[in-house]
């Protein structure tokens, strides 16, 4: 008898935490699922937000007298989450030096929190040169630093809609960056 009662007992515990691990598991899924539609709604807001968008501001340079901020606009015609990590497609109209082209840049955007920030890390850009930033977009500004070869500093400003959108091929552009 004696047994059996250890038996049924072991039997119990075991199945007691077999129920804790399938309610592990499931609230894990759960949380996978809120965590997933979290992201798709954070990126679905940020592709809205960076859509026929100009970024105008200003920019120092590290060593250089910035009494006289330099003015800076970047126009973003479109952004577009790709499928692979943090990866995002946007077709940006580049205005540097003699330079004015509209590219398709395959960039990153990290999250903190709900807060993207656009990140380049020795990232060329053919004709302009090769460059490194990270850029904190939030609330209709955006703030952050960048570095063009050995020279660099620090950009802010705000993001204002530009009208109309103008309309590009993202489709066709993220399978040729691919």
Do not use: C
């Not at 970047?74 to 509209?102: N, P, V």
């Not at 950009?155 to 959108?165: C, Q, S, T, W, Y």
Request: proline letters at 3%; zero cysteines; glycine letters at 8%.
């Amino acid at each position: 008898m004696r047994y059996y009662r250890l038996g049924f007992l072991v039997g119990i515990m075991l199945f007691l935490s077999s129920v804790s691990r399938a309610d592990e598991t499931a609230q894990a899924d759960l949380k996978e699922a809120a965590d997933s539609k979290e992201k798709a709604e954070l990126y679905a807001k940020f592709s809205a937000a960076m859509s026929g968008v100009q970024l105008v501001g200003n920019f120092t340079i590290i060593g250089e007298d910035n009494s006289n901020l330099r003015e800076e606009a970047y126009t973003i015609l479109s952004a577009k989450k790709l499928s692979e990590g943090d990866k995002w497609l946007l077709h940006a109209r580049i205005k540097y030096g003699q330079a004015d082209l509209t590219v398709p840049l395959k960039l990153d955007v990290v999250w903190a929190g709900d807060t993207p920030v656009i990140t380049l890390t020795k990232f060329t850009i053919p004709g302009l040169g090769t460059f490194s930033s990270r850029v904190v977009v939030y609330n209709g500004k955006y703030a952050g630093t960048w570095t063009h070869d050995q020279v660099g500093g620090h950009l802010f400003g705000v993001v204002k809609a530009i009208e109309p959108p103008a309309k590009v091929d993202d489709e066709k552009d993220s399978k040729d960056e691919s």
